[in-house]
């Protein structure tokens, strides 16, 4: 397919208008969804934030709780220091000794916020000698706290590596020192790992110098330290304690065993205590409540995204649903229009009209077929019912009428009806309207009715033909003697209602077998045609004239007819049938006999009526002349 008829067909379609049904689901859903990625988005940065917020401020109150333990601990010192200050040994001469520093420790108020302090120990600097002299400084007393038991033999702390920074940062700043983490049972300072805080004491002399005299020592156990801060965690909130400004060199201090999981969250802050760096992490546990609103933004995403695909669904439904009732609806609308277009062609084909008419709209719709039986002109479009019957013969109006009103009010809801219009070179035309209801309102009231006409001039033509031969008699077209009977019966019961008269004249050709025999059958039944014409030219249309023999015929004068009437008409059919006849090349003459019979005087019912008519054209055969009245008349 060329690109040009892609793009008409596309724009037809965009013209269409189910693009944007089609569509529509797919730019909900799209939309939806990007707006459930930003709601996740969002919300899950939210979130994000307001976990670190969380774990920030958990991370510093640890370490502010830290930082006030080693206050604690440093006011410890600090209060030794003044007890050494104020035993001054440059006036007194006496130094801060074990009894003393151990009467203060036990007077010490000490509490919960000294927890991890193992004891004190003073570590007396001999003078004189170099810093680093192998022999001096001693650690000489400890522990004055409940701890590991009298020190035994003063280790030579100078010589141990993790203390002698501290030892002698605290000797050139003044300041109390920390050392880094060391096993205090190495030096027989504690009962665990911990670490010591380093108090410097100095002996002033007069000349405003200073010399130091021994350290203080401190040691501290960090699990005992640190439990109690451990405790004071949320739950599912680590602490770690690392030496120094890093996480894996120097090592971790504290808890003795805790390995994080890879990808673990954690959060560090760094702590500066007497030249000492430590670095406080706090270690995220899965089980740590917070985390589960992490999961929130997610689920939003979802049930956005969920939210997203059902709107589409129902849009797509929606938009199926309502592509579907058109597609249906354009499948009946082509079915019912195809089923009309093929009932009508069907009936068109056999040459009969249809109609349909909408009763309340009072609205006819007929076919070209139907147009042209009613003899309707096309170009004058649909007809409406009153404009039909003055088409129709005036004789069937009320016929019509009154079927299609039996139809419509309760009848079986079909009719039938033949009427006759007007033909196209004159005359008469018989029609036959068939008709049904096929839409009712709920109160069983018509609404709409279709039918058919059918030309049916022919069959009626055929009908009628086959009715007056079985009435006529075929040569002459004279009632024949049925007929006749007929007739006369129906006159006589009239007559007989309204005491009116009658007369009947029979009439017989005399001498008429001479001329069949010389003249031939044929000019027989000339001759016969001619006289039954003489005869109805005779009488008054309303009378019935008839052959009921060879040469006989009958003559019922319908009333009221007085016996001078009937004379006259008799002696009239006499003198007619006398007249020469010209047939042809033939000129022929005949008579005839003539018998009058009157009802009621002659004869009161058909069979002495004939008879009396009988009698009387007898007497006239006989007499050779015309008698009327010689029997009863
Ligand atoms: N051509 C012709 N002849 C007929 C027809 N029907 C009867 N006839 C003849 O008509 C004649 C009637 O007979 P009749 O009445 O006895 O003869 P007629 O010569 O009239 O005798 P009268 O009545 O006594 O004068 C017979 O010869 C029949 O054959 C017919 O349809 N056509």
Not at 283 to 301: H, N
Not at 311 to 332: I, T, V
Not at 554 to 564: A, D, I
Request: glycine fraction near 10%; charged fraction near 25%.
């Amino acid at each position: 397919m060329s690109l040009r008829r892609r793009l008409l067909r596309w724009r037809a379609r965009w013209r269409r208008g189910p693009h944007l049904a089609q569509g529509l689901p797919w730019a909900i859903l799209l939309l939806g969804l990007m707006l459930s990625l930003g709601l996740w988005s969002h919300e899950r940065e939210e979130a994000e934030q307001a976990l670190q917020r969380d774990l920030d401020a958990a991370l510093h109150a640890a370490g502010q709780r830290l930082s006030h333990r080693l206050d604690a601990l440093q006011q410890v010192l600090s209060a030794v220091h003044a007890l050494a200050q104020t035993q001054e040994p440059v006036l007194t001469g006496r130094s801060l000794d074990e009894a003393r520093l151990g009467r203060f420790m036990e007077a010490l108020p000490l509490g919960a916020e000294h927890a991890g302090l193992e004891g004190l120990a003073l570590v007396r600097w001999m003078p004189g000698r170099a810093v680093d002299d192998k022999a001096s400084p001693r650690a000489l007393l400890g522990p004055l706290l409940p701890g590991p038991g009298q020190l035994g033999q003063p280790p030579d702390l100078w010589r141990e590596a993790l203390l002698q920074p501290a030892l002698q940062r605290a000797w050139e700043s003044g300041q109390v020192a920390l050392s880094p983490a060391l096993d205090l049972r190495s030096w027989r300072l504690g009962r665990s790992l911990g670490f010591v805080l380093v108090q410097p004491l100095f002996r002033s002399f007069p000349d405003g110098g200073r010399r130091l005299e021994s350290w203080v020592l401190a040691p501290v156990a960090l699990a005992a330290l640190m439990d109690p801060l451990q405790a004071q965690m949320p739950r599912g909130l680590s602490l770690r304690l690392f030496d120094g400004e890093g996480l894996q060199d120097p090592p971790q201090i504290y808890p003795a065993a805790a390995v994080p999981a890879r990808g673990q969250r954690h959060r560090e802050e760094r702590l500066h205590r007497g030249g000492q760096a430590w670095t406080l992490q706090l270690l995220v546990q899965p089980d740590y409540a917070p985390l589960t609103r992490l999961g929130e933004p997610l689920v939003l995403g979802l049930l956005g995204g969920l939210g997203s695909l059902l709107l589409a669904l129902l849009a797509w439904a929606l938009a199926g649903s309502r592509e579907r009732a058109q597609a249906l609806a354009q499948r009946m609308t082509r079915a019912l229009r195809e089923s009309e277009q093929r009932w009508a062609f069907a009936l068109e084909g056999a040459g009969d009209g249809v109609w349909d008419w909408d009763m309340r709209a009072d609205a006819l719709v007929t076919t070209a077929r139907w147009k042209a039986l009613m003899g309707w002109s096309l170009a004058a479009g649909e007809p409406r019912l009153v404009q039909m019957l003055p088409l129709v013969h005036p004789d069937d109006h009320v016929q019509l009428r009154q079927r299609l009103r039996d139809c419509i009010q309760g009848g079986p809801g079909t009719f039938e009806v033949e009427y006759r219009v007007r033909a196209e070179g004159g005359g008469w035309r018989w029609l036959l309207a068939r008709g049904r209801i096929v839409e009712r309102d709920e109160g069983g009231d018509p609404l709409r009715m279709i039918g058919t006409l059918s030309d049916i001039d022919a069959r009626r033509q055929s009908e009628a033909q086959i009715h007056f031969l079985a009435r006529h008699d075929p040569l002459t077209e004279l009632a024949n003697r049925a007929h006749f009977s007929e007739r006369l019966q129906q006159a006589l019961a009239h007559a007989r209602r309204y005491r009116e008269s009658l007369g009947l004249i029979l009439v017989d050709l005399d001498r008429f077998k001479p001329v069949n025999d010389i003249h031939g059958h044929a000019v027989g039944d000339e001759l016969l045609q001619a006289m039954a014409r003489r005869l109805k030219a005779a009488v008054r249309e309303t009378d019935v004239v008839g052959r009921i023999g060879g040469d006989e015929f009958l003559v019922l004068l319908c009333g009221p007819v007085s016996r001078e009437s009937a004379r006259h008409v008799a002696e009239k059919i006499y003198n007619l049938v006398a007249q020469p006849l010209q047939l042809g090349d033939l000129s022929l003459e005949l008579t005839c006999s003539v018998g009058l019979a009157m009802y009621p005087e002659d004869g009161e019912d058909e069979h002495s009526l004939k008879k009396a008519a009988d009698d009387a054209m007898y007497a006239s055969k006989r007499a050779g002349r015309l008698l009327l009245g010689t029997t009863g008349g």
